[in-house]
């Protein structure tokens, strides 16, 4: 048996994992649950890994600045860093790629993936709030609402890219032999796009579900 080791592609960072800063909203009533996933605190290069032999998740954290000690310029600030982010990203957003990896086997049936890995990285990207002074208490009391929503919102986007991934690894891994191993390059390059392409569409569609649920968050003063 001739064995053949190649490290597959990376797929694109998804889009579209952002909120609206308008849209950021949840009811004053229901308190925030905490997330499942793991969502590291709201610091610039904070990282959380998992690696096993299926492969490795990178969860790093990233953030932007808004400022105001007021609540009406702390809210001007996240309305003006939310159109200077652009819809892909409003005030927060997750950006999730996959990566793929494999080794190439070729025996008398035929060509087989073996050692099937896949990475994933996640970047989650937060405000965070510098001010001068005493800030007031009802910014204090929206910020942290805001941000405890999000960090909620953004771990089960890492969640849902979890159980896509764990999809992924079962499809490259139920793959029939190919006549050969470019054959079998192509088939798991097409089986690894089927279920990204599913993952962005359900990431999509939980955004979607959140900004139908939402109510209050930020853009009040309590």
């Known amino acids: 048996m001739r064995l053949r080791r190649n490290c597959l592609w990376a797929l694109m960072p998804?889009?579209?994992?952002?909120?609206?800063?308008?849209?950021?909203q949840t009811s004053a009533q229901e308190p925030v649950t905490q997330p499942r996933a793991v969502v590291p605190e709201a610091a610039v290069g904070t990282t959380q890994s998992d690696q096993g032999p299926d492969g490795t998740i990178n969860v790093r954290t990233d953030t932007y600045q808004v400022t105001g000690s007021s609540y009406k310029d702390l809210w001007s600030s996240v309305q003006r860093a939310a159109m200077e982010n652009g819809p892909e990203m409003g005030i927060g957003e997750a950006s999730i790629s996959f990566q793929p990896r494999a080794n190439f086997e070729e025996g008398q049936g035929g060509c087989v993936a073996s050692d099937v890995a896949v990475d994933m990285n996640a970047v989650l990207t937060f405000p965070e709030w510098h001010h001068t002074g005493e800030a007031a208490a009802n910014a204090t009391a929206?910020?942290?609402?805001?941000?405890a929503y999000l960090r909620v919102h953004e771990a089960q986007?890492?969640?849902?890219?979890?159980?896509?991934?764990?999809?992924?690894?079962d499809a490259i891994k139920t793959l029939p032999a190919a006549?050969?191993?470019?054959?079998?390059?192509?088939?798991?390059?097409?089986?690894?796009l089927a279920i990204n392409a599913l993952h962005q569409k359900a990431q999509r569609r939980y955004d979607v579900e959140q900004r139908k649920m939402s109510t209050e968050l930020f853009g009040r003063e309590g």
């Open 14 to 24: 998804l889009g579209a994992m952002a909120l609206s800063a308008l849209a950021t």
């Open 142 to 147: 929206a910020f942290d609402r805001m941000l």
């Open 157 to 169: 986007h890492v969640e849902i890219a979890r159980e896509y991934r764990a999809k992924m690894i």
């Open 179 to 192: 006549t050969s191993c470019e054959g079998m390059r192509a088939a798991v390059q097409k089986a690894a």
